[in-house]
T-cell receptor, first 115, second 114 residues
Framework: KQEVTQIPAALSVPEGENLVLNCSFTDSAIYNLQWFRQDPGKGLTSLLLIQSSQREQTSGRLNASLDKSSGRSTLYIAASQPGDSATYLCAVRPGSGGGADGLTFGKGTHLIIQP | GAVVSQHPSWVICKSGTSVKIECRSLDFQATTMFWYRQFPKQSLMLMATSNEGSKATYEQGVEKDKFLINHASLTLSTLTVTSAHPEDSSFYIC??????????FGPGTRLTVT
């Protein structure tokens, strides 16, 4: 059974710092990996999606990498801002069903950016 | 594009009653829809996968007779929580997939059972 772990569980840093969020998964047979942002009491906002054949994706100040063989992904946030405060979720889609299966989520990293 | 809506956004019901939650893909036809549940300070857990016109596939530990899923069209799936109890109080989120590439998530429905 796939398990997704996110470290750290919580992180508080001053505004302007660059930071890295970590995600690991136990079964490397994934279809893709996705990073989401969730604000309190709200739904999910998709940030980046990395296909299993890709190594990284970038969007603005965000960069996500994927090392499928070692079961790891990182989300890099550059020049953090208070508006980046949220819970960041990592999720993987299993490869066995041709990508048609549901996602397995980690518990998230609760990020606070101090002004 | 790729917008998914849910209705209602929140609902309070009494123990023993049933509640229906709708998930709609507004600007695309979804081949598959998924239902997830999130308890406080926990991550999202997949409950079931549904395809239009066929029976839903439930994850281990999810009671299919309690959580009824109907996927009547390519743009609408419903989740009915039957005989709800306080332990069913949770945040329910649906997602819809056009193909196997990406899932698009709805805004979620917060259910509180008193």
């Amino acid at each position: 059974k796939q398990e997704v772990t996110q470290i750290p569980a919580a992180l508080s840093v001053p505004e302007g710092e660059n930071l890295v969020l970590n995600c690991s998964f136990t079964d490397s047979a994934i279809y893709n990996l996705q990073w989401f942002r969730q604000d309190p009491g709200k739904g999910l906002t998709s940030l980046l999606l990395i296909q299993s054949s890709q190594r990284e994706q970038t969007s603005g100040r965000l960069n996500a990498s994927l090392d499928k063989s070692s079961g790891r992904s990182t989300l890099y946030i550059a020049a953090s801002q208070p508006g980046d405060s949220a819970t960041y979720l990592c999720a993987v889609r299993p490869g066995s069903g041709g990508g048609a299966d549901g996602l397995t989520f980690g518990k998230g990293t609760h990020l606070i950016i101090q002004p | 594009g790729a917008v998914v809506s849910q209705h209602p956004s929140w609902v309070i019901c009494k123990s023993g009653t049933s509640v229906k939650i709708e998930c709609r893909s507004l600007d695309f036809q979804a081949t598959t829809m998924f239902w997830y549940r999130q308890f406080p300070k926990q991550s999202l857990m997949l409950m079931a996968t549904s395809n239009e016109g066929s029976k839903a596939t439930y994850e281990q530990g999810v009671e299919k007779d309690k959580f009824l899923i109907n996927h009547a069209s390519l743009t609408l799936s419903t989740l009915t929580v039957t005989s709800a109890h306080p332990e069913d109080s949770s945040f329910y989120i649906c997602s819809a997939a056009i193909d196997s590439y990406e899932q698009y998530f709805g805004p979620g429905t917060r259910l509180t059972v008193t």
